[in-house]
């Protein structure tokens, strides 16, 4: 959804009166309203979007509008980013919401952002810089963040560098080996906190790290992601895997090393300012030396 950002902002410059409404895991959709990016979220799961999938007996089928949501049957328009390899699934929801977008979210070969924007009828390179701006951050947010990371153990003058060790899938994580060689390098730059962020998937590669090195840094366990966004603008720089965190990072415009494996590089994130290192599944020395210095040249 994150890579979906560029996109999202050609459709509401498209819109007139009407509202950008984003489905999806509510978590990720909250996100996005309260990022401004779109005018409204909604649950994914509550549009009734069984109905349009579903082989149904004859004598059902004309009840099946009855049972998709009223937000999605007073829709004026709909992108699907799901469901374009099942035709009875576009033949309803076309017939639901006529000239409805239904369009697979990936495309081999092809950015995941680009090919994004390109399904609602845009060109990457149109109006490119207003496609890839930052995005902004409530003020309020920020300032609930300031005092969270005060709390936690921050003296609100260091430079904060967020490291994010884990990802949803194992083959996208560097190995813990390979971050720590990294922090312990940065962790002895003058007036330098290092905060390790650890969402709900990501126990295991944070217990992994040196417990010694844990000890110098400041533990950030599971905050609401509006929070994160919010401790996001006063990070110096940042450091993660190929997550959603590392796109929401890279997003909000923070100087930002993602690590990625070679064969996910269309998964890149859309902002300019990141340029996605790649590196080995193993803690390679050589790839350490080389985030080392990436991470130096963002940190001075």
Not at 28 to 40: D, P
Not at 182 to 187: G, K, P
Not at 228 to 245: P, R
Not at 281 to 289: F, H, L, M, N, Q
Request: aromatic share 4%; charged share 20%.
């Amino acid at each position: 959804m994150l890579l979906a950002i560029p996109a999202l902002r050609v459709l509401r410059r498209a819109l007139a009166s009407d509202s950008l409404v984003l489905a999806a895991q509510p978590r990720i959709a909250r996100l996005l309203e309260i990022l401004g990016i779109t005018h409204r979220s909604v649950d994914f799961e509550a549009l009734g979007l069984d109905a349009l999938f579903e082989v149904e007996p004859v004598e059902r089928r004309r009840a099946w509008p009855a049972r998709c949501a009223d937000e999605l049957r007073g829709a004026t328009r709909v992108v699907a980013w799901i469901g374009s390899r099942e035709p009875g699934f576009v033949e309803r929801l076309t017939t639901l919401v006529p000239g409805s977008i239904v369009a697979p979210s990936v495309v081999a070969g092809r950015l995941v952002w680009e090919h994004l924007v390109h399904t609602v009828g845009a060109s990457a390179t149109h109006g490119e810089r207003a496609l890839r701006a930052p995005v902004d951050v409530p003020a309020a947010l920020g300032e609930e963040a300031h005092r969270e990371l005060t709390r936690c153990g921050w003296n609100g003058s260091d430079r904060l560098l967020l490291v994010h060790p884990g990802a949803g899938g194992r083959g996208k994580r560097w190995p813990a080996p390979g971050f720590a060689a990294v922090l312990e390098r940065v962790a002895t730059f003058p007036r330098l906190a290092i905060a390790v962020h650890e969402g709900p998937a990501d126990s295991d590669a944070v217990a992994a790290l040196p417990e010694p090195l844990l000890a110098r840094t400041i533990g950030l366990r599971e905050p609401p992601l509006p929070l994160l966004a919010g401790v996001l603008t006063h990070a110096t720089a940042y450091l993660g895997n190929d997550s959603g965190i590392s796109h929401l990072a890279a997003a909000i415009g923070v100087p930002s090393i993602v690590l990625f494996g070679s064969e996910r590089l269309i998964w890149r994130p859309w902002a300019e300012h990141v340029e996605p290192v790649v590196v080995s599944p193993g803690a390679e020395a050589s790839d350490a030396a080389r985030v080392t210095a990436e991470l130096t040249r963002l940190l001075r």
